[in-house]
Structure formats: structure tokens, C-alpha cells
């Protein structure tokens, strides 16, 4: 069965596959570089051409019919209405259809499903609207975001071309990076709302919900760079929360995980930075305020502006505005401990785990001072720091 | 004698319709009622029509152009909400009070009074629906489904939306044991059960379906309210509860839902193929029988809409199975009107059309969901254009299909005057070329990997989201053609016959045109 | 012509009696729907139980296994995960993140949380076992996640958690993931309302 499943592949590839649409752009599942994204490829293409000979079949008897039992060619109506014979074969013969259907793709799911013996795992967790990686065996662990360049151009009249970015709203910060030839295990859950991780490529799509875990697996053939979406609606920046899969030999993946473990394992868990890694997070020195505005412009861009919006307006009734806020022009309490704790019941979430100390302090100090706003003081790292 | 105690008892059936707008708001005549129905089935359709476009507006181009995001968001929740609560029920519970009276050799609806209530209640609903996109923070933007917890996150729109769909609900409700007392308790003498038309059979089962499964949602919008303002926690882990139990509630009403919005359908389709064939429809009682195991089959697959939400295999297999039986008795149905069609005697006046329209089109839609029963392959379809090509494929063509095909083949009985057939098979034509081009390519971005309800996409998806665009907006804008057929159709035209078709059968078919305000009253012999 | 006369009466009567006692049924059976609608809940979590759908495990403590796993001639990995809900500020990590476990032996681990919130907060913990279908052989004796905790501002706790894998835990399943998920709900009640 399988035989005929990849040779029904490959002979739909060649026909169907990329050379004969590629001057329409892509019109077809991809085959996708996971053994299982290649069964499933297979089996969507059997169900595919199953489906176009039934459709075929159907159309041909119906407008031959259409063509030939027409009133103004002289057809004069046959009385027949019934045959209990025939009514028994059209519903025996596609039961028989859907059994030989049944079988494969029941294999299929049962090889999906198994998650044992796995090399890596990755808890994957879903927030609005970023994605949260942690490699569970050495411990490294980031947020992955919407590349910068990207959300700028995608604000409502930003006037940025984007066709030219080749991989518009593809783009990520931090990519994740998988060995290949390693059965990768994913645990997918949700800090918020349900999201759904879904990398075409990997055939792995499953639910991020609040409070459950989900597994998933890949094994990942061939070195190369795979993007995915999430697939659940998730509010309002759903569609701007993309997947990046940097698929790398064994040993790159292991000297990358080096690089990085030492570092992010000392660190508070909950100390990431959104912006960027590679930037002083001296938490406990004075940091001057042109310093802080600086480093929170990014930081800013990064977690507050899809709600609050690039220019710090907000969106009226839903997200309220930056500029002229009484919370951010008011006691420096109120505002670290909106950021930091988050607004109850709204979708406002707590950034303590989100933000490290700098880079809340920054991102405070900079909303403080931008859009208009000119409270003029600094909120230093150390404030944080403390509350942790 | 007689005559005069009837007309004292039954004072109000005797005369002719009210004068005045106040016809209108006090009337409990089955055809009054049916008529406001579909005309306010025709208004939302422009509605919820408007935003389709304003979303196909935005997907013209990759960037946003337009709208924002959550404003986005709330136009594809708040377009489906509409078209399926505000156009596609409303639309067949019309034709449904206007036809099955007439079908069944009845005088009228049994419970008029009801009748006239659940109709106006409608009007108020979809106010306190649509008032929603008017507020501080606009309309709901969670999808139609209302998943939890994204939906509990918006603002107070959400008991706006939720006591809209109560309302809704009540309507549709009180309309379908309107419709069941009707059909049983109102038939003239000799037309059993297995003698009703089509469409007669299918809206009792569609009834029964109401009634099974609109409490059920009223009950999961209920607990979404109840966790939002009152503190319970059905659906939040916190407190023992579990988002995923809102998605088994809400397809639970869900799947059954989707074929309320088609069995009425296979019934109009089951009138007309006869008519235009001049040939009985083949298989009358496996169709009824094929009609009444889509019902029973559609209360045990509801879970294949959440394959991704992480089921036992056990559970992914019972569900893959089940949903892939429900392609027989619907396979049966298609096979059954070809074979009316095979050896008849065709003419192809616009409602023909409309149904063969129907037939090509809903088969594509059908052998779409077949791809999507295979639970592995429906991994990487789930949450795409795929998807969304897959029901629109369904509902386009087939409910609103079927119902246009009604109106062009009642019409004449309605208004008495014929339709413009030219203008009818223009509407016919332009509709059909647009809706594939408006549909089709949406295959095609979902495979290659488009999730939907996105305002935004990858350059990979820019050539086809645009020629959908193009096909939605010359959809759209062909939709003015029917509402230009129809006035003008109301207004005067060639002086239709009894009979109207040359092939028709049935007892709607025996009264004047148009029909009389109060047909039946005496009961008419069967045959 | 009066026969006729009663005779039309008596039908339509008829007619509305059976209208009514027809409506009145399907009344019935719609406000047992939207019944039904609420038994869904308990419904799905009998099933949840059973098939350990979700991957949730059981909310009550059991006692404490009835071998000592000496028997038994394989190891089991369990690996600890925790997820802060946005909802509110905590730190939540486990303070070991994988045990070599023998099915049929209980074992300790350990969560530790700390309150952000910059105020007294009372917290739940949210449990769920990957894959699911090893959630029914997960059972705790002891678990921090069967009760809420109530926090000072700052409170910081070690929580503990008993638990054993059950010896059938099927061989396929070589790597049990436990996860919590710290929810916040809400400030403490002024009033202590246990007195015990």
C-alpha cells in the first residue's frame, strides 16, 4: 500500500507538481521533508486524484445526459423512477472506496501519533503574538517574534513596498534551530489564548491551549529554513506570529546549543529578551536616560506596538493609548506594575517573564518619554530587578 | 349556514390582506410571513455581502492596506454570523413557510400567531448584532465559533452578540415546531408522509435538527457569558474548566448546523430536477431515507472539526470514519438526480440552471470534504483556505444556490408574473464564472500553505488572493442583477399560468397565479 | 348542515389540541437539549477520566502504590515543564527537570513559585500529562496542584508533589511529560473561609 502511495506521489508530482503550475505560483501541499509530511503528501494526493476520477465520472454522465436528453433535440422522457438494484451498488461501491481510503491513512495517523524514543524535545507555548521555544534537555530557551523590518512594513499605511521582502511576514528574529536526523519531539501549550503551531514542511500542526499539553513529532530529512504560521485564530495580530525552523547538521545544532546554553541556563528563566540577546543587561548599574530610550525603542516595537500601535495611539476601545496615558505619565508604581503584573481580565498579560530587567526598564522609561509624553525621569533596571 | 359560522369563527382567514404598513408587523398569513422573511433574508445577504468584500478588499494585496487588523477580524466573525443566522436559515424558513402550506395541501402554518412572532424577532436580533460593530471597540472578533478563551477576552460585545444569538435562536426554534406541527397535524387527507415532496421531508428533518441543537449552542453561549460576567469556569483551566470542552459543545451544535444550511437545499434541488426533466425524481424513498442518515450521521462527527486540538487515535479514527460515512448517503443523493436527469426530457430555464449549478458545484464542494475527512491529510489542511474553500464551495453554490433556484421557480406563483429569463440567465452565468474565480484559487493558497482569517499574507499567496478578489467583487456586484429580476418580477410582467412548468407537479402547482392570499381551505383531493 | 357544522367545530378543536400537545413536546425536547447542552460538562469530564483525553490526570490523591516496583525491569523518564499564565506575574519552574523513574515506586518532586504580583495573590497550578493516553497511569498522592495557594506579596514556596507511574504504564510510552500550568485567580479573600 505504501508502494502505490509514494509511486501515486511521485506520478502526481510530475504531473500535477510544481513543473506544470510553477508559472502559477504554488497550488500544491508540499511534499514537505519529514517522512511522515511525505505519507501525508501521499495520501492527500491518492484522496486527491480518488476524488477527481469519482468527480470525473459524475460530470461525464450528468452532461451527457445534459447534452443528449434534451427537450429541444426531441428526448422524450423515460418513466422510470426507481431500481432498488442500482441504489444498492452506488451505495455499496463507494463504501468499498472509502474502506481502501480508510486503511492507509489510519496507518499514517498511528506513525503520527507516536512520540516515544524521541532525541529533542522542545516545548513550543504560544503567546499574543510570539512563540516561546525551550529546549527541555539543555535548558536554552526564547522568544521568537515577527522580524522588526516586517512589522514595521505591515502597519496599516506604512507605505513600505513589501513584495520586497522575499519571505513577507516569514521573518523571525530568532529562528528555532532543529538538528536534522534526530526525531524531534514538540510540547505545544499556550500561555494565553489557543494558538496552533503549524509548520507545512514538518506536517506538524497542533493546538497550543492554556493549561494542556500536546505532543508532536518530526524528523527532519534535509538541512534548510522552514516557515510556518500559526493556525488559529488568536486576535488580533494572528497573522503575524510566523514560525521559523532552521533545520542544521547534528554538530552545527550542538555547537549552536552550546553557544547559548551557558548563558541562558544562568540566567533567570524568566529573563528574555525580546529585542535583542547580544546587548548589556547589567541590571544593577545606572543606566542614563538617553540610554534607556534607546534600547526601549526596539523593545517597544517588539511587544507593545501590536496592540498600542507603532505611533502609540492605541486602538480606540480595544487597546488603549500610549500617548497622554494617565497610567504612563503617572506614579512610576502604577506603571512598572501594569507592565509587569499585567491588567486583570483584559488582554493586557503580565511581561515579568517576557521582559528582562533592562529591557523593561527601558521600555517604561521610553514610553514615559515618547509619542508626546514627557515625564522626563528614567525607571532604572535595578527597580525591576527588585521586584523579582 | 355553514358558510356563515365558518367565516364567524375563523373571522380573520376570510378577507383578503390588511391595508396599510401595519399588514405587515400584525400579520400571521403564511405567505405574508414567508415574504418578509426573504426579503430580510435579501438585505442581510447585501450585508453580510458588503463585508465579504471589505475582507476580500483587504486580500487584494499583501500589506494592509485598509483596515485594521481587529477590525478585520470582527468582519470575518461577524460575515458568518450574518450569512448563516441572517440569510441562509432565514431564507429557507421563508420558503419554507410559503411552499409547505401550499405542498401539503394545508391552509396555513399551525401556530400563525407564533408564526408572526419568530419572524420579528429576527429584525431585533441582528440590530443587537450589527450594533455591535457601531461600539467603543467594535463587533466580536473571535471567529463565528467564539472559541474560548479568545472570545471572553473582547469587551461587551460579547453579551450583545450572545443575547443576539439567543434571540436568533428562539426564532429558529419556534419556527421549526411550527414547521413540525404543520407537517403533521395539517396535511390534507391522503397525503401520507411518504407522498410529501421533497422538500417538505427535508425541512421536517431539518426541523428536528433545529430543535436538537440550537438549545445546545444557547447553552455553550450561556456558559461563555456566565464565565465572562459571573465568575463560573467552564472554560477556563483555572478553575477546573477546559477550553477544548467549549469546541466539543459548540460542534456538537456545529456539524449538525452545517446540514440545516443543506437539507433544505436537497430538497429545493429535488423539486426542480423533476420539473425540468418532465420525469419523476428517481428514488423518492432513498432520498428520504438517505436525507434522515445525514441527520443521524451529522450528531456523531462533530469532533472532525478539531482533529489538531490533540484527541486519543481512538477518538481521530471513530471521527475520520464517521465522517467519511457521511459521503455515501450524500453520494446517493447526487446519483439519484443524475439518474432523474438520464433519459428525461431537460430544459434549461434559469432555475434548472441554478440547480445543475448546484449539482456541479456542491459535488466539488462534497468530494473537497472527503479530502478532509482524512484525518493525517486534514492535519495540514485544518485552519486554511482550503477549508474555507471547501464550505464556501458547499454553501455558495449549494445553499444560496439552491435558494436563488427557489425563488426563480416559485416566483411566478408568488407574483403571478413571470421573471425576466434573460436577465434571470444572465444573473445565472456571470454568478457562476465569478464565484470560481472568487472560490477556486482558494484551494489552491490553502494548500500551498495559507491559514485563514489572516489580513495579511506571504508573497507566495499575492497572484491568487488577487484574482479572488476579482471574482468577489464581480459576485458581488452580480448579485444586483437577482435583485433587479425580482422587482422587476413583483412589479408586472408576462401573466403566468397555473401550472407555470411544463413538467411541474404538485399542489402549489394547482392553485392560480399568483397564489390566492388563503389557499386550501377546503383540502384538496390526492391523488 | 348543523351536523356539519359541530363537525368542523369539534375538528378544528381537535386540530388545536393537537397542535398544543405536539408544540408542547418539542418544547420539551428543546429545553432538554439545551439541558443536554450543560451535561456535556460533566459528560466530558467522566470521558476526560476515562481516556485521559487532554492529558489530564485524575484530581484526587490516591494512596500510595501497592508494590515497590522491584519487579519491574524498565525505567521511565518523566520530565517537568511549568508555564506561567499571562494572566499574572509568577515565577514557576520545577526544581529538577527530568527523574529516572521505576513504574511502580513513588518518587518526590518539587515546584517552586514565587509571587510577582506586587501584591498578597492566590495561585492554582493546572496539571496535564504528555502523551495523553499516559495520563491515567499518573497518579499523584500528593500534589500542591489539588489546592490553591494563597501567597504574601513576594511569598516565595517549595511545593512538593508525590507521585507513581503505574507498572502497566504501556511499554510504548518511554517519556512522561508533566506539566503545570500556574494560573492566577485572583487576591485572597479577606476572610479566611476554612477555618480548618
Redesign the interface.
Known amino acids: 500500500m505504501l508502494f502505490v502511495l509514494r509511486w501515486l506521489g511521485v506520478v502526481s508530482a510530475a504531473l500535477a507538481g510544481q513543473n506544470a503550475f510553477a508559472a ?7 511534499v514537505g521533508v519529514t517522512p ?1 509530511s511525505q ?2 503528501y501521499g ?2 494526493m491518492l ?2 486524484w480518488i ?1 477527481c476520477v ?2 470525473a465520472l ?2 461525464a ?2 452532461f451527457y ?2 447534452f443528449k ?4 433535440k426531441g ?9 432498488t438494484m ?2 444498492i451498488v ?2 455499496a461501491v ?2 468499498i472506496i ?1 474502506v481502501a ?2 486503511i492507509p ?2 496507518r ?3 506513525a ?7 532525541d529533542v ?1 522542545v ?1 513550543v ?1 504560544g ?2 503574538w510570539k512563540w516561546h521555544y525551550e529546549y ?1 534537555d539543555s ?1 536554552v530557551s526564547f522568544f521568537s517574534s515577527l522580524d522588526a523590518e516586517h512589522a514595521a ?6 507605505g ?4 520586497q ?6 521573518e523571525v528574529d530568532n529562528p528555532l534551530v532543529l538538528p536534522v536526523g534526530k526525531k524531534v ?1 514538540f ?3 499556550a ?4 494558538h ?1 503551531w ?1 509548520v ?1 514542511d514538518l ?1 506538524v ?3 497550543a ?7 508532536n513529532w518530526a524528523l527532519i530529512e534535509q538541512e534548510g529554513v522552514y516557515r ?13 506570529m510566523p514560525i521559523v525552523v532552521n533545520a542544521v547538521s547534528e554538530e552545527e545544532f550542538d555547537a549552536w546549543i552550546a553557544e547559548r546554553a551557558p548563558v541562558e541556563t544562568m540566567a ?3 529573563a528574555q529578551t525580546v529585542a535583542a540577546t547580544t546587548e548589556d543587561d547589567d541590571a544593577d548599574r545606572e543606566w542614563a536616560l538617553e540610554e534607556l530610550m534607546a534600547r526601549g525603542e526596539p523593545v517597544y516595537a517588539a511587544a507593545c506596538a501590536a496592540c498600542h500601535q507603532a505611533n502609540g495611539q492605541g ?4 487597546f488603549p493609548a500610549i500617548a497622554g496615558s494617565a497610567v504612563v505619565t503617572g506614579p512610576v508604581d502604577a506603571h512598572i ?1 501594569t507592565v ?3 491588567v ?1 481580565g ?2 493586557m ?2 511581561f ?3 521582559l528582562n530587567d533592562v529591557d523593561m526598564a527601558a521600555v517604561l522609561t521610553y514610553q514615559r518619554n515618547a509619542f508626546g509624553n514627557t515625564v522626563g525621569d528614567t525607571i532604572q533596571p535595578a527597580a525591576i530587578k527588585a ?2 | 349556514m355553514s358558510t356563515a359560522t365558518a367565516e364567524h369563527h375563523d373571522h380573520d382567514d376570510h378577507h383578503g390582506p390588511a391595508k396599510g404598513w401595519t399588514r405587515w408587523l400584525y400579520t400571521t398569513n403564511h405567505k405574508d410571513i414567508g415574504t418578509l422573511y426573504l426579503l430580510f433574508s435579501l438585505v442581510m445577504f447585501f450585508i453580510g455581502g458588503g463585508m465579504a468584500l471589505i475582507i476580500r478588499a483587504e486580500l487584494f494585496q499583501p500589506g494592509l492596506q485598509m483596515v485594521d487588523p481587529l477590525f478585520f477580524n470582527s468582519m470575518t466573525t461577524m460575515h458568518a454570523l450574518v450569512m448563516i443566522f441572517g440569510v441562509v436559515m432565514p431564507a429557507f424558513v421563508g420558503l419554507a413557510n410559503w411552499m409547505i402550506p401550499m405542498m401539503i395541501g394545508g391552509p396555513d402554518m399551525a401556530l400563525p400567531r407564533l408564526n408572526n412572532w419568530s419572524f420579528w424577532i429576527m429584525p431585533f436580533a441582528f440590530l443587537l448584532l450589527l450594533s455591535t460593530l457601531f461600539m467603543e471597540g467594535g463587533g466580536p472578533a473571535g471567529g463565528w465559533t467564539l472559541y474560548a478563551p479568545l472570545s471572553l477576552q473582547g469587551g461587551d460585545n460579547l453579551a450583545f452578540v450572545i443575547f443576539a444569538i439567543h434571540f436568533m435562536g428562539i426564532s429558529s426554534v419556534m419556527g421549526s415546531i411550527n414547521i413540525v406541527a404543520t407537517i403533521f397535524n395539517m396535511r390534507a387527507p391522503g397525503m401520507t408522509l411518504m407522498k410529501m415532496p421533497l422538500f417538505v421531508w427535508t425541512w421536517l428533518i431539518t426541523a428536528y435538527l433545529l430543535i436538537a441543537v440550537i438549545p445546545v449552542l444557547a447553552g455553550a453561549v450561556t456558559m461563555l457569558l456566565t464565565d465572562r460576567y459571573f465568575g463560573t469556569s467552564f472554560f477556563s483551566a483555572a478553575g477546573g474548566g477546559d477550553p477544548v470542552m467549549f469546541q466539543h459543545i459548540f460542534w456538537f451544535f456545529g456539524h449538525p448546523e452545517v446540514y440545516i444550511l443543506i437539507l433544505p437545499a436537497f430538497g429545493i434541488i429535488s423539486s426542480i430536477i423533476p420539473t425540468f426533466a418532465r420525469k419523476p425524481l428517481f428514488g423518492y424513498a432513498s432520498m428520504v431515507y438517505a436525507t434522515a442518515s445525514i441527520a443521524f450521521l451529522s450528531f456523531i462527527v462533530w469532533a472532525h472539526h478539531m482533529f489538531t486540538v490533540g484527541m486519543p487515535l481512538a477518538g481521530e479514527m471513530f471521527f475520520m470514519f464517521a465522517t467519511m460515512m457521511i459521503s455515501v448517503p450524500t453520494g446517493v443523493k447526487v446519483f439519484n438526480w443524475i439518474a432523474t436527469m438520464w433519459r428525461g426530457s431537460m430544459t434549461f430555464e434559469t432555475p434548472m440552471l441554478f440547480a445543475i449549478g448546484f449539482l456541479v458545484m456542491f459535488t466539488i464542494g462534497g468530494l473537497s470534504g472527503l479530502m478532509l475527512a482524512i484525518t493525517p491529510a486534514d492535519i495540514q489542511y485544518h485552519d486554511t483556505y482550503f477549508v474555507v474553500a471547501h464550505f464556501h464551495y458547499v454553501l455558495v453554490p449549494g445553499a444560496i444556490y439552491s435558494i436563488m433556484a427557489a425563488t426563480y421557480y416559485w416566483m411566478p406563483k408568488w407574483t403571478g408574473n413571470m421573471y425576466d429569463e434573460k436577465w434571470g440567465k444572465i444573473h445565472f452565468w456571470v454568478s457562476t464564472v465569478f464565484l470560481n474565480v472568487l472560490f477556486f484559487p482558494m484551494h489552491f493558497v490553502g494548500l500551498a500553505g495559507m491559514p485563514r482569517r489572516i489580513p495579511d499574507y506571504s508573497m507566495q499567496f499575492a497572484d491568487w488572493n488577487a484574482v479572488a478578489t476579482i471574482g468577489a467583487f464581480g459576485f458581488g456586484f452580480s448579485q444586483l442583477i437577482f435583485v433587479y429580476v425580482v422587482l422587476k418580477c413583483m412589479k408586472g410582467g408576462e401573466k403566468a399560468t397555473t401550472e407555470v412548468w411544463e413538467g411541474a407537479d404538485g399542489l402549489e402547482w394547482t392553485v392560480p397565479s399568483p397564489a390566492p392570499y388563503h389557499t386550501f381551505e377546503t383540502p384538496p383531493p390526492i391523488r | 348542515m348543523s351536523e356539519s357544522d359541530s363537525n368542523d367545530t369539534s375538528t378544528t378543536l381537535g386540530i388545536r389540541k393537537a397542535h398544543l400537545t405536539l408544540s408542547g413536546k418539542l418544547c420539551l425536547l428543546g429545553i432538554g437539549m439545551f439541558g443536554f447542552g450543560y451535561l456535556m460538562v460533566p459528560l466530558y469530564d467522566i470521558i476526560c477520566d476515562i481516556t485521559g483525553l487532554n492529558g489530564k490526570t485524575s484530581s484526587v490523591a490516591v494512596s500510595a502504590p501497592r508494590s515497590d516496583g522491584a519487579a519491574v525491569d524498565r525505567l521511565v523518564t518523566v520530565e517537568f515543564v511549568s508555564v506561567v499564565n499571562s494572566s499574572a506575574a509568577w515565577s514557576f519552574k520545577p526544581t529538577k527537570t527530568s527523574m529516572q523513574v521505576v513504574p511502580g515506586r513513588s518518587y518526590t518532586a518539587s515546584y517552586e513559585v514565587v509571587n510577582l504580583n506586587g501584591r498578597p495573590a492566590v495561585g492554582q497550578a493546572v496539571p496535564s500529562v504528555a502523551p495523553s493516553s499516559a495520563a491515567k497511569y499518573f497518579n499523584k498522592i500528593e500534589c500542591f496542584c489539588f489546592t490553591s495557594q494563597e501567597f504574601d506579596t513576594g511569598g516565595r514556596k517549595e511545593m512538593p508533589l508525590v507521585f507513581f507511574i503505574e507498572e502497566d504504564l504501556p511499554r510504548s510510552i518511554d517519556t512522561v511529560t508533566l506539566s503545570y500550568t500556574y494560573f492566577d485567580t485572583g487576591e485572597p479573600v479577606a476572610v479566611s473561609l476554612s477555618d480548618s
Open positions: 502559477l505560483g504554488d497550488v500544491n501541499m508540499t511522515i505519507e501525508v495520501l492527500h484522496i486527491f476524488c469519482i468527480g459524475v460530470f454522465v450528468m445526459s445534459i436528453h434534451r427537450k429541444s428526448a422524450k422522457a423515460a418513466d422510470f423512477h426507481e431500481s442500482v441504489e452506488w451505495t463507494p463504501l472509502l481510503m480508510a491513512a489510519a499514517t495517523l498511528i503520527m501519533e507516536d512520540t516515544s524514543n524521541a524535545t516545548k507555548t503567546y499574543q527541555l535548558g512594513a505591515r502597519q496599516v499605511g506604512s513600505v513596498d513589501v513584495s521582502f522575499e519571505h513577507y511576514l516569514k519531539r510540547l505545544h501549550t500561555s494565553d489564548v489557543i496552533s503549524w507545512p506536517a500542526k497542533k493546538d491551549i492554556p493549561g494542556f499539553i500536546n505532543e510556518g504560521k500559526c493556525a488559529e485564530l488568536c486576535g488580533r495580530d494572528h497573522g503575524f533567570d528563566a524568566g486602538v480606540p476601545g480595544a506594575k509587569y503584573v499585567g486583570a483584559s488582554a498579560g503580565s515579568a517573564n517576557q521586584l523579582r
